[in-house]
């Protein structure tokens, strides 16, 4: 062979190399990052634009992760897929009592109306990523056979508030007749966040303890115009507590303090009337096993105006989240005062909790 044509054949091995190279990388490079002067996201298009990390810069990630984003990074996606573990920040659909009710890919969980697991196509089927600024992520979702709808979302460093970012949701009906769902944010954060949810009377703060052999239940205290779940020492004989809090809010926020951070979530304030029956606007499950870290976590959830969509109908629901250094005591008094410096700041309602 002569020397030019082994050289050509050389520089094209080379180039095919580089370009399966290339590939592996793209496809190994499942996450994309915004990186601000006073906050960090990391988004996963690949497992269904779930939000992986959290934090003002160089902190402590505020999400608690599973080791499932490592262990499964390409889960099947189809009728009998379950729940994985991957954890963070996801968006779901209500009511959970639906999930299963209206679709033909899996008749056993339709004829159980099964209310677990969530729906595998919103929960971790790889979204197409649409824009990637310094300042900006957006991700267009997948069809889904089970819920009827497909999610659309961004997520956007606000230009005049660096610490703050805007979570965007869009929910298209995607069938041929009218679908009713709520849009459903759900923020997996560590089971030691001690969370802050502003409440007119504590009758508004509806606790449903899953009491069994290991679990006790949840504690909650309301005072000074807010919810909060305390961690105190289970019964003799139980590893930890469990249960869900279920709040109709008298403002749209909800704060946690972790890891040297407070973590601010506003949302817009739905009526009682606009949220499905079964469920709060604001919601907090909690399981926490002092003796079992991995085992434990806290969800801060929220839900959007329940709607029927017409064919073609699309809601849409957004969430803020603002994040600062916390340097002060770990206890509820410096905390909430802080939290009120934070919501001054912000011109956000208070509502009652001066």
Not at 164 to 180: F, G, K, S, W
Not at 206 to 224: A, W
């Amino acid at each position: 062979m002569p020397a030019t044509i082994h050289a050509a054949c050389a520089v094209l091995l080379l180039h095919l190399a580089g370009s399966a190279f290339a590939g592996e990388k793209a496809r190994a490079t499942s996450t994309v990052w915004l990186r601000g002067e006073a906050l960090e996201l990391e988004v996963s298009p690949r497992l269904g634009g779930r939000v992986l990390h959290f934090s003002a810069p160089g902190a402590p990630n505020l999400l608690r992760v599973g080791d499932a984003v490592r262990g499964q990074p390409d889960p099947k996606v189809d009728g009998d897929a379950g729940d994985i573990g991957y954890l963070g920040h996801q968006l779901w659909v209500g009511p959970q009592g639906d999930w299963w009710r209206d679709q033909d890919v899996n008749p056993e969980r339709r004829a159980q109306a099964a209310a677990w697991p969530p729906d595998p196509w919103l929960a971790y089927a790889p979204v197409k990523l649409l824009e990637h600024t310094r300042s900006r992520v957006s991700l267009q979702g997948v069809d889904s056979p089970v819920s009827g709808v497909r999610l659309d979302s961004s997520y956007t460093i606000l230009p005049h508030r660096p610490d703050t970012l805007a979570l965007d949701v869009r929910m298209h009906n995607i069938r041929e007749r009218p679908v009713a769902r709520d849009i459903w944010f759900n923020t997996r954060v560590r089971a030691d966040t001690r969370v802050f949810v502003p409440v007119a009377d504590a009758a508004h703060a509806r606790i449903r303890s899953d009491i069994d052999d290991d679990y006790d239940g949840l504690v909650g205290v309301t005072g000074e115009g807010v919810f909060t779940l305390e961690l105190q020492p289970a019964a003799l004989g139980k590893q930890g507590r469990r249960g869900k809090v279920f709040i109709q809010p008298s403002a749209g926020w909800m704060a946690g303090f972790s890891q040297g951070q407070a973590f601010l979530v506003r949302f817009d304030l739905q009526p009682r009337g606009r949220i499905h029956s079964e469920h709060g606007q604001v919601e907090l499950y909690q399981q926490w096993r002092p003796d079992a870290p991995a085992d434990s976590l806290l969800e801060m959830e929220v839900h959007g105006r329940y709607a029927t969509l017409a064919a073609g109908e699309a809601a849409s629901a957004r969430e803020w989240w603002t994040v600062r250094r916390y340097t002060g005591p770990e206890t509820r008094d410096a905390q909430l005062q802080f939290l009120r410096g934070m919501l001054d700041e912000g011109g956000v309602d208070k509502a009652g909790i001066d």
